[in-house]
């Protein structure tokens, strides 16, 4: 199911929309609903929970997600004889997209929450990495005479990664003799190749071949990191609040 996101447009009976012929691979136009959808969750949290500790109170969430994707696809079109046509094409179409919410937290909601420890820590981490490999190849031969073959190649790839990677303490009273030590991390990682080919390859008298290749790729990194003290009262040793995005990169062949 695509949701459409243009400009307004409005068919007639005597011109309707063609659903069939429209480009659902352009973001600016569509956008797939099932590919935004609840993120998948991975939390160490309290809710309206007081706890009383002689030791450490520890909250961790740690997240590591892999998308390996390999599409590939490939046509020949071969005409001969007297007025001999031959038409091929190939298409290589790719969506990948990971989505987490990695969160550690203590939250006292309306009720509120009372935390004694020795010290606190809250740590979230995700690591998340696609590697997609998108290709298309074409092959356009005309033998004989008068004979004519086209290809056409097609690669298009989409690789998203939006992940949310928070650690927070909210609407809680925490009092310890040691730290308070909240640390969110998170490194997102996009490799992709994005290829399409097409060749003619025209053999004989009056034979003609005509070939045509395109590839189009969007990759995105749409990471949030936050680590936050809300509407607490916190006493410590020393209070800590790290946010870090490390190794976020995109590497893209197209």
Same mark, same amino acid.
């Given at each position: 199911?695509?949701?459409?996101?243009?400009?307004? $447009?409005?068919?007639?009976?005597?011109?309707?929309?063609?659903?069939?012929?429209?480009?659902?691979?352009?973001?600016?136009?569509? !956008?797939?609903?099932?590919?935004?959808?609840?993120?998948?969750?991975?939390?160490?949290?309290?809710?309206?929970?007081?706890?009383?500790?002689?030791?450490?109170?520890?909250? %961790?969430?740690?997240?590591?997600?892999? $998308?390996?994707?390999?599409?590939?696809?490939?046509?020949?079109?071969?005409?001969?004889?007297?007025?001999?046509?031959?038409?091929?094409?190939?298409?290589?179409?790719?969506?990948?997209?990971?989505?987490?919410?990695?969160?550690?937290?203590?939250?006292?909601?309306?009720?509120?929450?009372?935390?004694?420890?020795?010290?606190?820590?809250?740590?979230?981490?995700?690591?998340?990495?696609?590697?997609?490999?998108?290709?298309?190849?074409?092959?356009?031969?005309?033998?004989?005479?008068?004979?004519?073959?086209?290809?056409?190649?097609?690669?298009?790839?989409?690789?998203?990664?939006?992940?949310? $990677?928070?650690?927070?303490?909210?609407?809680?009273?925490?009092?310890?003799?040691?730290?308070?030590?909240?640390?969110?991390?998170?490194?997102?990682?996009?490799?992709?190749?994005?290829?399409?080919?097409?060749?003619?390859?025209?053999?004989?008298?009056?034979?003609? %071949?005509?070939?045509?290749?395109?590839?189009?790729? !969007?990759?995105?990194?749409?990471?949030?990191?936050?680590?936050?003290?809300?509407?607490?009262?916190?006493?410590?040793?020393? $209070?800590?609040?790290?946010?870090?995005?490390?190794?976020?990169?995109?590497?893209?062949?197209?």
């Amino acid at each position: 199911v695509y949701e459409y996101l243009g400009p307004e $447009v409005t068919g007639t009976e005597a011109a309707p929309i063609g659903l069939r012929q429209q480009d659902y691979q352009n973001p600016d136009l569509w !956008r797939l609903l099932s590919m935004t959808s609840s993120p998948a969750e991975v939390r160490a949290y309290l809710f309206e929970t007081s706890v009383a500790a002689s030791g450490a109170l520890t909250l %961790s969430a740690t997240s590591n997600q892999t $998308v390996d994707a390999t599409v590939l696809s490939g046509s020949v079109a071969v005409a001969g004889g007297l007025l001999g046509v031959g038409l091929g094409g190939a298409g290589s179409s790719a969506v990948n997209r990971i989505a987490a919410l990695v969160e550690a937290a203590i939250d006292g909601g309306e009720a509120g929450a009372d935390i004694l420890a020795a010290s606190v820590s809250l740590t979230a981490t995700d690591t998340s990495e696609i590697t997609a490999t998108t290709e298309a190849a074409a092959l356009a031969v005309g033998l004989g005479a008068l004979a004519a073959g086209g290809a056409v190649g097609i690669a298009i790839a989409r690789n998203e990664i939006a992940n949310q $990677v928070a650690t927070r303490i909210a609407d809680a009273t925490v009092e310890t003799t040691g730290d308070v030590t909240l640390e969110s991390t998170e490194s997102a990682t996009i490799t992709a190749i994005t290829a399409a080919a097409a060749a003619p390859g025209p053999a004989g008298g009056i034979a003609i %071949s005509f070939a045509g290749a395109g590839a189009n790729a !969007r990759n995105v990194i749409l990471t949030r990191t936050t680590a936050t003290i809300e509407d607490s009262d916190v006493d410590g040793d020393a $209070v800590s609040l790290t946010a870090t995005s490390t190794g976020t990169t995109i590497d893209a062949l197209v």
